[in-house]
């Protein structure tokens, strides 16, 4: 096995302070002795204290031991490591016996009896479930219903008084019911109040969209079916993994890679990767989930490479969430086309007249500059219509590549601004 390339290192991070810390390790002169094997890196990392750290990465994984009091899986031992294996200072080695006797541990552990792709150790047990989960989902539905229907009836006059306790409640109570879509729509909601002004206004959409997936659940049946997929997906059901790749559309290209969004909280981190077919234009989402303080997937190219193969779509009335099987090496990709502003606000609402639901839209915009829009920022075209940047974050290293000049950005737009995630300098891609 080859090194991994930097981004994909710094991409294990938990955080941003985790990758900084991985970075000031991984200097030759802190580690006395390195290694590298088919299956594993090792080192000795001297710290603060008078023996060194013992550091092992199984690749495989990748999986992660470290002799440092660190909670934090990467430790910065262990990135800083992998950051001297990616830049060729590792050399391969037999491995020692600490690391030898760990990898193959961990190898025990993992021969268990494999199951096949969907197969359901009791299929009848596995209805009775379902239909439990079905009617707890129906009488948290039905509860919910009740009580939008009694603040349409009282006004939402003085609602900040007892809206934020009310609608903390009712989440708890969906995920009681088993539909956690339905109750992180209900915590976006208690989110909003009291935030800005303009707050009344965003809670009213927010609880509409509530209203519209209750309304949606109760005349399931007379749905079309591709609408049905997504109203089940929004409420918290899921597809399995090998239901999506036996029956999911199936499209084959060399998907750019248009950018990467992680998001990570006290509880799970989350991933988005937005792709865009070279040839077919499709747009994919690959979403990866690992929980707090352990490391995500590497990614399958860097943002600006095309990924050749082929993505297997989750159903639903927008599809775009999918799995992607990958068929060749990442390739270099030239920069893409993109919107205008308008062009780009247009796909929006044909996103959302598919699935009123739909919170995030990957778009590509071309020859737009940074400029200031009251106290923030917006990405200007030639025409000089604009998309406002998402307030909070730091447009400073977009400012930096464009140096007044226009160029193409891809980012991911939801209702509150824009996102940046990739820009191109002629043709040189630059994540931000």
Known sequence: MGPWDV?????????????????????????????SSERAVWGL????????????????????????????????????????????????????????????QRGARAERPERKAGEVADPLAAQQR????????????????????????????????????????????????QAPGVAGAVRRAAGVIGRGHGWPGELLEELSLIHLIVSAHDR???????????????????????????????????????????????????????LRGATTGRLGLILTFAAAGRPLDP???????????????YPGALPMRALLTQTAPRLPAPRPSGFTARQALAS???????????ERWPLV????????YGEGWALVDTAGDGLEILPGVDP????????????TVAGEWNRAGFRPMTCWHDDRPVIL
């Open 299 to 313: 990614l399958p190219a860097r943002p600006g490479e095309y990924v050749p193969g082929a993505l297997s779509f």
């Open 220 to 274: 399931l049946a007379e749905l079309p079916p591709s609408l049905a997929d997504t109203v089940q997906s929004r409420i918290g059901w899921t597809v399995e993994t090998a239901r999506v790749l036996a029956e999911g559309e199936k499209v084959e290209d060399d998907w750019l890679v248009l950018g990467r969004v992680i998001e990570p909280d006290e509880r799970l981190t989350v991933r988005r990767v937005w």
């Open 45 to 104: 990392c001297q710290g603060s204290g008078k023996q060194p750290y013992q550091v092992t990465v199984d690749l495989s994984g990748p999986a992660y031991k470290c002799s440092c009091p660190s909670r934090k899986f990467p430790c910065k031992h262990a990135l800083g490591l992998l950051l001297l294996w990616a830049g060729g200072e590792v050399r391969a080695g037999d491995e020692p016996e600490w690391v030898t006797s760990w990898v193959e």
């Open 130 to 177: 379902a239909s439990r989960r079905a009617d707890r989902v129906s009488a948290g539905m039905a509860e919910l219903a009740s009580w939008l229907d009694d603040q349409v009836r009282q006004g939402l006059g003085g609602f900040d008084q007892r809206a934020y306790t009310e609608l903390s409640r009712l989440a708890a109570r969906m995920v009681d019911a």
């Open 365 to 372: 915009l071309q020859d737009v500059r940074p400029a200031r």
């Open 348 to 358: 929006y609402v044909e996103s959302v007249a598919a699935d009123p639901w739909n």
């Open 396 to 407: 400073w290293k977009l400012l930096a590549v464009s140096a007044g000049d226009p160029v």
């Open 7 to 35: 981004e994909q290192v710094l991409g294990l991070a938990s955080d941003p302070a985790s990758a900084k810390a991985g970075q000031a390790q991984a200097r030759t002169a802190k580690w006395p002795e390195t290694g």
